[in-house]
């Protein structure tokens, strides 16, 4: 998979690629990951990418010039599936979501910063809206980290034992069961009996019936197995 952020903020990005899974899943080349400065495509003096709005109004807003030349240079290079925006209004990440976006090869995220961004580019550059839930952040680049990686750690081979994305919470519908490790008692609070009792049909259900029972008490709204 390729995946382009497009940015004024590019530094914001460098930390969340440059560790743990995320690095390591560049390293092995199961990702390629670019970040781009959207002053490098401003053709103002000052590199500028932002300005006034018109009709007048409070914030300065994300000119169209430097994000069509950024995308259009990229697309001369390859084919994107899909070019999103990183919106409050967008439509919300879900697992669903991210399981689509990682079938995907070229991906571009587009943050957004300020108080917004020219509606056109809203209306003819972009394919598709993501918000990652309802609060506003100071710009996309936060945003895009997150989609970045709830869709990188699902690429094969990200990941050493490949089970454990689709044992993630959300995968099937339902909230992960608790896990324990090591000492099997502490302070007095125990493991629970069935996961040291080595009876593998045993602890399945036991598994299962935690993840129904955390799912109806905590998430009801994730219909309890129907994945939405
Ligand atoms: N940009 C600002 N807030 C955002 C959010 N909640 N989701 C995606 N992009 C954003």
């Known amino acids: 998979m390729r995946l382009d952020i497009i940015t004024c903020l590019p530094r914001l990005l460098d930390s969340p690629f ?58 001369a290079e390859r084919t994107y599936n899909e070019i999103i925006y990183m919106s409050p209004d967008g439509e919300l990440l879900t697992q669903s979501i991210a399981n689509q976006l990682s079938l995907k090869e070229n991906l571009i995220l587009l943050c957004g910063h300020y108080k917004g961004i020219d509606e056109r580019v ?57 896990v324990y490790t090591r ?5 007095g609070w125990k493991v629970p009996d069935v ?11 036991w598994k299962q019936e935690k993840a129904l029972e955390r799912t109806k008490s905590r998430r009801p709204d994730l219909n309890m197995g129907l994945t939405s």
């Open 183 to 187: 000492p099997a008692e502490y302070n």
């Open 122 to 178: 809203r209306e003819h550059l972009i394919t598709r809206e993501i918000s990652i839930g309802n609060y506003v952040l100071s710009g996309g680049e936060l945003a895009a980290a997150v989609v970045a990686d709830s869709v990188i750690r699902l690429l094969p081979g990200v990941l050493n034992d490949e089970t454990s994305a689709l044992s993630d919470s959300f995968q099937d519908g339902l909230i992960a069961p608790p």
């Open 18 to 75: 440059s560790d743990s899974i995320l690095k390591r899943a560049q390293e092995k080349g199961l990702v390629t990951v670019k970040v781009h400065d959207l002053r490098e495509y401003s053709t103002h003096k000052h590199r500028t990418t932002d300005d006034y709005a018109f009709g007048g109004g409070a914030g300065m807003v994300m000119m169209i010039e430097p994000i069509d030349r950024c995308i259009a240079y990229l697309k």
């Open 195 to 205: 996961l040291l009792s080595g009876h593998q049909a045993k602890i399945e259900d």
